[in-house]
């Protein structure tokens, strides 16, 4: 059984940085990519960012290049989302993510993804 548990999220003012986490367990964590979704209310689930299995690819969406990392420790089959100069677009539901298919390359679409995560609250002040 595949689990992923997001945590990191939290309160920030504008300008500010957090750290998110994603622990995945119940597959071999290095053979494939990873991802983080996030999800506005009343909005569609956007991708963010993307990692390759061996970490040597990062993806980003135009929203976030230059602010946001994303990293992955494969010894601890965790992934990360350092998120610096929080605005208050920034403000979501996170989600990481993972499929069957990808490894080198991520997707954009989140049909893609066979495996998510329940979601870390990342809220952003004024």
């Known amino acids: 059984q595949v689990q992923l548990v997001e945590s990191g999220g939290g309160l920030m003012q504008a300008g500010g940085s957090l750290r998110l986490s994603c622990a995945v367990s119940g597959r071999s964590f290095s053979r494939y990519a990873m991802v983080w979704f996030r999800q506005a209310p009343g909005k569609e689930r956007d991708f963010v960012a993307g990692i390759s299995r061996d970490g040597s690819k990062t993806y980003y969406a135009d929203s976030v290049k230059g602010r946001f990392t994303i990293s992955r420790d494969n010894a601890k089959n965790t992934v990360y989302l350092q998120m610096n100069s929080l605005t208050l677009e920034d403000t979501a539901v996170y989600y990481c993510?993972?499929?069957?298919?990808?490894?080198?390359?991520?997707?954009?679409?989140?049909?893609?993804?066979?495996?998510w995560g329940q979601g870390t609250q990342v809220t952003v002040s004024s």
């Open positions: 993510a993972t499929g069957e298919v990808h490894t080198m390359v991520v997707t954009t679409n989140p049909t893609e993804y066979e495996y």
